[in-house]
Nanobody, 126 residues
Framework: QEQLVESGGDLVQAGGSLRLSCAASGRTFSRSAMGWFRQVPGKERAFVAHISTSGSYTTYADSVKGRFTISRDNIKNTVYLQMNSLKPEDTAVYFC???????????????????WGQGTQVTVSS
């Protein structure tokens, strides 16, 4: 079982950068695909990025492609989301999630992930 704890959320001006971290405490991190999702009040949780177990395969939502980078450190049991050129519409609670190995469109679905963190707030001011 994975326990996930996100950190790094903050208030930042448009155009700025943040790096989110998600620390996993379970024994299966290196065998888990990891994802980042985000949610704003009144809307469903939306896919942001996914990284494969080895880190060699990544995929992104179109809205963040070219601005966000997902990475992982299987020694530190941590997954990261580097967010650059932030926009006010990136404001949301960001969640990390862990699940079995997956690829392609499957990685966009929150139902494919078994474990979730509590979320961290990112606010981008204009």
């Amino acid at each position: 079982q994975e326990q996930l704890v996100e950190s790094g959320g903050d208030l930042v001006q448009a155009g700025g950068s943040l790096r989110l971290s998600c620390a996993a405490s379970g024994r299966t991190f290196s065998r888990s695909a990891m994802g980042w999702f985000r949610q704003v009040p009144g809307k469903e949780r939306a896919f942001v990025a996914h990284i494969s177990t080895s880190g060699s395969y990544t995929t992104y939502a179109d809205s963040v492609k070219g601005r966000f980078t997902i990475s992982r450190d299987n020694i530190k049991n941590t997954v990261y989301l580097q967010m650059n050129s932030l926009k006010p519409e990136d404001t949301a609670v960001y969640f990390c999630a862990a699940g079995p190995a997956m690829s392609g469109i499957a990685s966009w679905s929150e139902g494919r992930y078994n474990y979730w963190g509590q979320g961290t707030q990112v606010t981008v001011s204009s």
